[in-house]
């Protein structure tokens, strides 16, 4: 299946995950097209000052591709730089929050994988 990004559903969230500022999802595909159990396979766009709130991840893994701009990972406590071709693997009921503290769009490639 090809799906080009004017046939991608968009939707935007405020406040995503109580963080800050509003976040632009474009989803690449629907859980339901998905042969395992997924909950997102979208794009994600946070503008600079906003943020995904810290939250966790019991009984699936999240991953992160990081595409462009800067931001700031907190993963159980640690904070770490994420820049333009990082990969961020979180799950396992870890914790984890998202912060453009860069000057231009962070967007970065979500897909969560749901546990048997």
């Given at each position: 299946?090809?799906r080009?990004?004017?046939?991608?559903?968009?939707?935007?969230?405020?406040?995503?995950r109580?963080?800050?500022?509003?976040?632009?999802?474009?989803?690449?595909?629907?859980?339901?097209?998905?042969?395992?159990?997924?909950?997102?396979?979208?794009?994600?766009?946070?503008?600079?000052?906003?943020?995904?709130?810290?939250?966790?991840?019991?009984?699936?893994?999240?991953?992160?591709?990081?595409?462009?701009?800067?931001?700031?990972?907190?993963?159980?406590?640690?904070?770490?730089?994420?820049?333009?071709?990082?990969?961020?693997?979180?799950?396992?009921?870890?914790?984890?929050a998202?912060?453009?503290?860069?000057?231009?769009?962070?967007?970065?490639?979500?897909?969560?994988?749901?546990?048997?």
């Amino acid at each position: 299946m090809i799906r080009s990004p004017d046939a991608m559903a968009t939707e935007v969230r405020d406040q995503m995950r109580g963080g800050q500022g509003r976040i632009t999802v474009q989803h690449y595909f629907a859980p339901a097209e998905f042969g395992a159990r997924m909950r997102l396979c979208a794009r994600l766009t946070i503008p600079p000052g906003a943020s995904i709130g810290e939250h966790d991840h019991a009984r699936e893994d999240e991953i992160y591709l990081v595409l462009s701009g800067t931001g700031m990972v907190q993963e159980n406590g640690a904070h770490t730089r994420v820049n333009a071709g990082d990969a961020v693997l979180t799950g396992k009921g870890g914790r984890h929050a998202v912060v453009n503290d860069g000057s231009v769009p962070l967007v970065i490639a979500a897909i969560i994988i749901l546990y048997p």
